[in-house]
């Protein structure tokens, strides 16, 4: 089966760090990918993960490690900007999704002054 | 500029009739996708296409339909048979099936009476 776990909920403080985990087990995997999604608007990318190790992209990195399944979403010097709905996605090209993104429910991040 | 236009934002209708949302793209992107969105719960495919006059069910098919006769253009019917239609429908897009992140247009909100 497939199958995409993240946390529902979190909350940091503003300058802090957060970290997102997302775990997955799929048939195949083709790739990871993070998204955010402000309350009741489209999904933006973030991030995409093939290979194991860190991708950096300003305030923003993501770790994938593919023989435990597992991936994070690190965001750093957090802004209340930055409160949103994240969400972890796999291409799996041997699973029943013919190859399209299956998605995580989730995690939605609170940012505290 | 570039983009994915979905309309109408919000729409309202009566139990018993059909509804289509409209989903328009001027990127040049070859495949498009029609995702529901509910509340704690991740992203679900409706329907997906690959090119031009080809499309194919994705994993929450029933009580929808899809047309691709152009390019630009992948409009879904929510008909009478969807028991549970009131969501948010986000349409997306890929420069090729398969690969590659989705841009995604800025929902429709549907509700039923």
């Known amino acids: 089966g497939q199958n995409i776990d993240q946390p529902t909920e979190m909350t940091a403080t503003e300058g802090a760090i957060v970290q997102i985990n997302c775990t997955y087990q799929?048939?195949?995997?083709?790739?990871l990918f993070w998204y955010q999604q402000h309350a009741g608007e489209a999904p933006t990318f973030l991030s995409y993960n093939v290979l194991d190790g860190l991708e950096e992209k300003g305030r923003f990195s993501s770790f994938l490690s593919r023989s435990k399944g597992y991936s994070y979403l690190l965001l750093k010097e957090l802004q209340m900007k930055d409160s949103a709905s994240y969400l972890c996605?796999?291409?799996?090209?041997?699973?029943?999704?013919?190859?399209?993104?299956?998605f995580g429910k989730g995690t939605k991040l609170s940012v505290k002054p | 500029d570039g983009g994915i236009t979905q309309s109408p934002k919000y729409l309202f209708r009566k139990e018993g009739q059909n509804v289509t949302l409209s989903c328009e793209q001027n990127?040049?992107?070859?495949?498009m996708y029609w995702y529901r969105q509910d509340p704690g719960q991740g992203l679900r495919l409706i329907y997906y296409s690959q090119i031009v006059n080809d499309f194919q069910k994705g994993d929450i098919a029933e009580g929808y339909s899809v047309s691709r006769e152009k390019k630009e253009s992948f409009p879904l019917t929510v008909t009478s048979a969807q028991k549970n239609p009131t969501a948010f429908y986000l349409c997306?897009?890929?420069?090729?099936?398969?690969?590659?992140?989705?841009?995604f247009g800025e929902g429709s909100r549907l509700t039923v009476l």
């Open positions: 799929t048939s195949g995997f083709n790739g």
């Open positions: 990127l040049n992107h070859d495949a």
């Open positions: 996605a796999v291409r799996d090209p041997d699973g029943g999704s013919q190859g399209n993104l299956i």
């Open positions: 997306a897009s890929s420069i090729q099936p398969n690969t590659g992140e989705l841009f």
